[in-house]
């Protein structure tokens, strides 16, 4: 069985084990949250899909642990001005682990 959550502006497929980062959520590592944002819940050939959500189901997750991405480097530069400009930037994560799907 696999759902479709939607958190923080993103779609995830999720199944029962998984483990996913997702933008940063306010929670305690080892506490569990529920979504309630299940855009779609699929087991085997069949497939429910919400207009936009679908009524009644939630996806149990387990906050596994919070940390950083890899740094993305930004470099603007216009050619013959003598300009440039480098930036950097860590997105902030969350890790979780997908307890349970109930549709």
Do not use: C, W
Not at 54 to 67: D, I, L, R, Y
């Amino acid at each position: 069985m696999y759902a479709v959550i939607k958190t923080g502006g993103k779609q995830y497929r999720v199944a029962a084990g998984d483990k996913i980062k997702v933008e940063q959520i306010a929670a305690d590592v080892g506490q569990e949250l529920v979504f309630d944002q299940v855009l779609a819940v699929g087991n085997g050939a069949e497939l429910k899909v919400g207009t936009p959500l679908v009524s009644g189901a939630s996806v149990t997750v387990k906050v596994v642990a919070h940390g950083r991405h890899d740094k993305v480097r930004i470099f603007k530069m216009r050619r013959r001005k003598h300009y440039q400009k480098r930036q950097g930037h860590r997105q902030n994560f969350t890790e979780i682990e997908v307890a349970s799907i109930s549709a």
